[in-house]
């Protein structure tokens, strides 16, 4: 696993004079565009209508809104991904431990109708998400400085503090006539705590106590959308986060599927400073069948450039294990792909060109009707 960056002279700064909103919903309606920040997003000030044009009551704006978060924390040879998600009918959480070396996967989740022994109580800027459940317990505190992270699963423990940079990604889009969506991305600059492996894992190497701290070079970064989408919505995301050769940290998030306007979620991070990247492309073969060898076929993530963007993105996505959970309650659907593998190829940042080599990221594929 390989990167590297070359630069003709230093990349200019690309975080544009954006506004930070103190609150998403103004005069009943969401501000849509691009922000360096949003502090409060109030969702049931939305005046949300029926086709009868009825307004719709508090509580089923609360009802229909989809709320998650999505963490992941690298600490080698471990990287651990969690996430915990109302969709309505339902509240769902998981966790999964890969081991970069061994390839291997363990996984946790549960379910619990509505939203059942759950909180969701404000936002990413400031608020809590948790959940309770016997085979997973989960705690998200939100502060405008840093997330709490707090994990107890049948196979792994995790307590984290996770530093926020304060330049992260934050954009609302309309999905449909009536529907919007935010979400927020962004690196931690900082993160601190331990993963404890317990006995019950298949990683457990029979030491009385096996608990290993987050070091200096641990990393981590965050997914975090609430909103009013599309009854079938289907997206494809990117995202690898690693240390350049030159030591920098690397973020990179790239979608496609959500956002219906000219407005994209798709962004890079060198140490903690946004770039912002154009629409891609993601086209990726049939892996359920693969290759005659068993290998799953590559991925391809790209930007078609027709010369108004100085940007040039070209990767192959390498797929090696999948967390794959296939849901059908009727009205309610969902088949999830989290797809862990190699990144090759190159993205172009005016003089600044980054080299990707094999390197360790996440492909997502992920149908939704909710």
């Known amino acids: 696993m390989t990167t590297s960056v070359s630069d003709s002279a230093q990349s200019e700064s690309v975080n544009r004079d954006l506004p930070i909103l103190d609150q998403l919903i103004q005069n009943g309606q969401p501000t849509f565009g691009v922000f360096a920040g949003v502090k409060q997003i109030n969702y049931l000030d939305y005046h949300s209508h029926l086709i009868s044009q009825k307004s719709l009551s508090t509580w089923r704006k609360d009802f229909k809104a989809n709320q998650f978060a999505f963490i992941q924390i690298v600490q080698p040879p471990y990287r651990v991904c969690i996430a915990l998600a109302t969709i309505k009918v339902a509240t769902t959480a998981f966790v999964y431990l890969f081991n970069e070396d061994t390839q291997e996967m363990e996984i946790g989740e549960a379910l619990k109708p509505l939203k059942r022994d759950a909180v969701f109580d404000g936002d990413h800027y400031q608020g809590q998400m948790a959940f309770d459940h016997p ?6 505190d939100f502060s405008p400085t840093q997330v709490n992270v707090m994990l107890d699963s049948t196979t792994i423990k995790v307590t984290a503090t996770l530093t926020r940079y304060q330049q992260p990604l934050a954009i609302c889009t309309p999905a449909g006539r009536r529907g919007w969506t935010f979400t927020q991305k962004e690196p ?9 492996i317990k006995p019950q894992s298949k990683f457990y190497n029979n030491s009385p106590e096996e608990v290993l701290e987050f070091d200096d070079q641990a990393l981590a970064n965050l997914d975090w959308t609430l909103g009013y989408m599309r009854h ?6 990117s995202c690898i986060n690693t240390y350049l050769p030159d030591g920098r940290q690397f973020l990179l998030n790239l979608s496609m599927g959500v956002n219906e306007t000219g407005a994209s979620e798709n962004a890079c991070w060198l140490d903690g400073q946004i770039h912002y990247l154009p629409p891609v492309m993601f086209s990726r073969g049939d892996n359920n069948q693969g290759n005659k060898s068993g290998a799953k076929a590559p991925w391809r993530v790209h930007h078609q450039n027709l010369g108004w963007s100085n940007v040039d993105i070209e990767l192959t996505f390498k797929p090696l294990r999948v967390y794959k959970k296939t849901d059908n309650y009727g009205v309610i659907a ?10 090759s190829g190159e993205i172009r940042l005016a003089r600044t060109v980054i080299k990707l080599d094999k390197v360790l990221g996440l492909a997502e594929d992920h149908f939704a009707k909710w």
């Open 232 to 237: 079938e919505t289907n997206w494809f995301w």
């Open 334 to 343: 969902s088949i999830f792909e989290q797809w862990l593998g190699e990144y």
């Open 188 to 196: 931690f600059q900082n993160v601190a705590g331990e993963l404890t």
């Open 135 to 140: 085979h997973l317990r989960l705690t998200l």
